[in-house]
């Protein structure tokens, strides 16, 4: 595999919005990691954010977890959530969720490497 050619130990996604396949997944268990703008398990998918506001929730957040062989639902590693009044625009509850995913993943992903050393 190319990928252990350059001695590879994890895999962090971001907008990556494919399947990962079996031979990936067990050549790398619980050492692939994505990031998904909504509170899973809810609001999976390509259009995360979307559907939870059409929705109306009143929370929303980030969820960082582990890739298996389905959309969004490997073991979640961590979370952050933040409350909306209602009358913010789809505009500044992406914003928000950014701005999360700007300091959650990095965290997430300095927490698991020190693990692993």
Known sequence: MELRKYEVEW???AGYMRIIGRTLLNAYPEKIVNIHPALLP????????????QYGVKVFGVTVH?????VDTGKIIDQDSFKIWGSES???????IHK??????????AKLLSKSR
């Open 100 to 109: 999360i995913e700007y300091e959650i993943y990095p965290r997430v992903i």
């Open 11 to 13: 895999i962090f996604l």
């Open 66 to 70: 582990f890739v298996d062989e389905g």
């Open 42 to 53: 809810a609001f999976p998918g390509a259009n995360g954010i979307q559907d939870a506001y």
């Open 90 to 96: 789809l505009e500044e509850v992406e914003n928000q």
